[in-house]
């Protein structure tokens, strides 16, 4: 009896550590951690991605969400129901499921993808599935990462309509 409870606790350790229901974004280790594709260390807090997925359900690292996606392409199980995409608003840095953001271009990214996530629509923003047809079927050069270069647009118009947006939508509430 007392083996069979210890062999069953051991299968129950045993099972713990290969934990494949993790769910979500981790924690990004900047300016360490390098892209899973282009292997460019993740440093733009504004700009990164993550994938979710795969057999283990492991999480993949990358600097830009041009990468994620050209990387995810080549994946077996991309289609998969489970598979997780995040990326980081490029105005706060805040973690957002990259199938609900929005998207605005020209902007200067790590990998010159010129996209960049918000957590709401915006004048010209664009959806998940238009930004993930818009990176796929660029012909991109992997050009140099730029660690130090900010946004050639000008933000604050962004800025002003999420402000707007969040003030009208608490409006709506009251």
């Known amino acids: 009896m007392i083996k069979k409870i210890t062999l069953l606790s051991m299968l129950m350790w045993l099972s713990a550590c290969v934990d494949n229901s993790a769910t979500g974004h981790a924690d990004v280790r900047w300016d ?13 807090r504004n700009f990164s991605a993550q994938i979710r997925g795969g057999e283990k359900n492991q999480l993949y690292k990358f600097d830009d969400l041009g990468c994620a996606l050209w990387w995810l392409k080549d994946q077996g199980w991309r289609a998969d129901k489970g598979v997780e ?3 980081t ?3 706060t840095g805040e973690w957002l499921d990259a199938r609900r953001a929005y998207y605005v271009s020209g902007l200067t990214t790590p990998m010159d993808y010129g996209l960049g996530a918000l957590k709401n629509p915006v004048t010209n923003s664009i959806n998940f599935d238009q930004a993930h047809t818009k990176i796929l079927s660029t012909v991109h050069k992997h050009g140099g990462h730029h660690h130090s270069e900010k946004p050639q647009v000008d933000h604050s118009q962004h800025q002003q309509e999420m402000q707007h947006n969040e003030h009208s939508h608490h409006e709506g509430h009251q």
Do not use: A, G, K
């Open 89 to 91: 608003d490029y105005l």
């Open 32 to 44: 360490r951690d390098t892209c899973e594709r282009c292997r460019m260390v993740v440093s733009d």
């Open 85 to 87: 995409i995040w990326v």
